[in-house]
């Protein structure tokens, strides 16, 4: 007699969303796992008149990198850039002292002259305030404005070293021009870092995806 | 009694070819699925070392026309020497010599933790001219060695098996500076050969290197 279903949970291995059915490390049972990609999708979080997108569980030391994707994220109020900041327990407090550096390339519709160079403004020194990502702030009022972008946060557990981390995003600015950002800069503590939160700075995220990859 | 066997139409899943089986979202079931683009290669972990290589065909190392693309990762890079940077070479001769001829850019930008020095700059005395020695991946004699200071980013080398083109890498890095402050180098440029790249050497200018990097190939 042919077997012609099998339920998920007739097998011996304790199910995982999202993760494979693969050989286990001794080669003589089943188990759940990550194979073939490096590339983890852990979380994604949709905003829709958002206060704030957290991500405060997936972020321990299974992963020596993190990656943010940051899709069109949309500004209810005019004139905002999307900012970060990190937390050291839990998402209670998103206060992580941060030096960053801070610079982008933009560029109008117009074709007016370019902007190139470092942006003292958008920049922390050893400031526990939220990091601004987008330097050129997306529009409340054009429906199709919006930034994306990545986030590189290197080893967040490592209670040894400083944490370390890389933006690079484009943003269509409220004054109809492209902009390139580049942040980055390290958040000055030993603590293991095991929550990131992404907000504007004033209003709701009207819209957007953020996902969150764990790189193996 | 034990079930031990299954047939590949088994399972309740539609079949698609060359994807494998996962654990649904919910996770109530099981559904197809395929493996990401980016596989890791190798990872290394340093300890008080000259140099990390990754050569072509030695402890399951992969640096040939299997991919296309390739991505290093650098994690908690910290040197032993105060005041020191991270370079890198290539060989075309599976690391018997790290001496490709080089064109590159760098520039980079800063920022001291006491709020002054924000700039972007174009450092000349970084880049290569048809160098063939070491290639800067952070400002010369920048990177602290106190114990809560390291370097992390990540740099790509496109197709280095060709011998047709030259090989294109560009790098990322991001660092604590001796003197307390945050540098992020932006590297970019050829390895002026015609030759393949078959091994990659990172090491410190002065002194010896610690941390993790890893390979990764992008499937073609």
Redesign the interface.
Known sequence: MAISKVNYNSLNVTPSASKFLAWDSDADALAASDIGGSLNLISTQTASSSASLSFTSGIDSTYKEYIFKIINVHPSASNQRLAVNFSVDTGSNYNVTKTTTSFRAAHTEADGTPDFGYVTSQDLAQGTGFQNLFIGAPSSAGNDSSGSGTLHLFDPSNTTFVKHFIFRGSSYQENDAACDSFIAGYGNTTSAIDAVQFKFVSGNIDSGVIKMYGVT | MA?TK??YN???VTPVASN???????????TT????????IKTQTASDVASVEFKHGTSDVVLDGTYDTYLF?F??M?PETDATDMTVNFSVDTGSNYNVSKMTTFFR????????S???AYIAGNDLTEGTGEQYLNQDGSMGAD????????MYLFNPSSTTFVKHFMS?T???NAGD????AFVAGYGNTTSAIDAVRFKCSSGNING?I?L?GVTK
């Open positions: 079930l299954f047939e088994s399972f309740d494998g089986f996962a654990f649904n979202s919910t996770p109530n079931g099981l699925a395929s493996a990401g683009a980016m596989t890791l990762k994690i908690g910290h930008t800063q920022h001291y933790e006491n709020g002054t924000g700039v972007v114990n809560d200071q390291c370097l992390a980013g990540k990322d991001i660092e604590v402050r945050c540098r992020e993790t890893k990764y």
